[in-house]
């Protein structure tokens, strides 16, 4: 029995660093082969280091690499963290942030042949909020910007971190606008809102589902047939009317995107005068959606 959960300890961590290093790769292709050849700084360490290596490339004709640069930002920001929260918290975002650079180091930059910048921001946006995502769902971290927001949180409680990321990563931004123009800053705008839409996919479920609640006297025929016909489960909740002030039961019933238009014409079938709500559902987890496995 020890062995068995020893076995299965060692399952969830091994399968958490491989998630880690996934995200981290995609993150890292996404800086190599699109940010960095075109010029879009979308924040992050990674952004500001596409700066400083274009700012030496002009100044001394050899650019510092965006591997190096990003080691090099992050080096006093651990130091802070280890004085501010001590060593365990600052182990597992270091392990993130020398993967991060590792994969920096060893993935080649390269300029795909994207037809235009606009592509190049919406491939790059895809990879890095898709690994961003990964990355997160783990509840691991890269370091860079992310730690800075959470070390400055520390000390200014009233402000949010994600409002201080904002902030920080807004001037990476707006340096990359000065140094490659405000063209190549609004596209590097377009590829940030889509890491955002991948990453909140990942971390909020792609498993799209609908909520269905039934306001109805026949209460009890249409879960009948709800649960016959469909095979789903329907709750009944005790709700009272404020204009009748009567005490009835809504009914609640979580159905995949295709069974919706079936919820609807059963109630409508069985009680014309029914009231039925739809709302959107995100990752569902139980019996006929999603089983949780730890």
């Not at 993130?96 to 037809?115: C, H, M, Q, S, W």
């Not at 949010?160 to 904002?166: D, E, K, R």
């Not at 009317?241 to 005490?247: A, E, I, L, P, T």
């Not at 919820?263 to 739809?278: C, G, L, R, Y």
């Amino acid at each position: 029995m020890a062995a068995d959960r020893l076995n299965h300890k060692n399952f969830i961590i091994i399968k958490k660093y491989i998630i880690i290093i996934t995200g981290i790769i995609l993150m890292a292709l996404a800086v190599n082969l699109i940010f960095e050849p075109m010029g879009l700084v979308t924040g992050g360490v990674s952004g500001l280091a596409i700066v400083v290596k274009h700012i030496t490339e002009i100044l001394f004709g050899m650019g510092i690499p965006v591997w190096f640069s990003n080691i090099l930002f992050n080096i006093p920001l651990f130091i802070i963290a280890i004085w501010l929260k001590g060593k365990g918290y600052i182990i597992p975002v270091l392990a993130g942030t020398i993967i991060f650079t590792i994969a920096l180091y060893i993935i080649p930059v390269y300029n795909l042949p994207l037809e235009d910048k606009l592509l190049g921001a919406l491939v790059g946006g895809a990879l890095t909020g898709v690994g961003i995502g990964l990355v997160f769902s783990v509840s691991a971290s890269t370091g860079g910007t992310d730690l800075l927001a959470m070390l400055i949180h520390d000390r200014c409680r009233h402000i949010s971190a994600p409002q201080i990321l904002y902030v920080i990563d807004g001037v990476i931004i707006l340096a990359g606008a000065m140094v490659f123009g405000i063209n190549n800053a609004l596209y590097a705008l377009i590829a940030v809102f889509i890491t955002t839409k991948f990453s909140d996919g990942i971390l909020e479920g792609l498993k799209f589902a609908k909520m269905a609640y039934i306001i109805s006297d026949k209460y009890d025929e249409i879960a009948a047939e709800i649960m016959t016909s469909m095979d789903r489960g329907v709750t009944g909740v005790y709700a009272k009317g404020m204009y009748s002030n009567r005490d009835k039961k809504m009914l609640f019933c979580v159905v995949s995107k295709k069974e919706i238009v079936s919820i609807i014409e059963i109630a409508k079938k069985i009680d014309q005068n029914s009231f039925v709500i739809i709302s959107d559902v995100r990752e569902v987890m139980g019996e006929g959606f999603i089983e949780y496995r730890q």
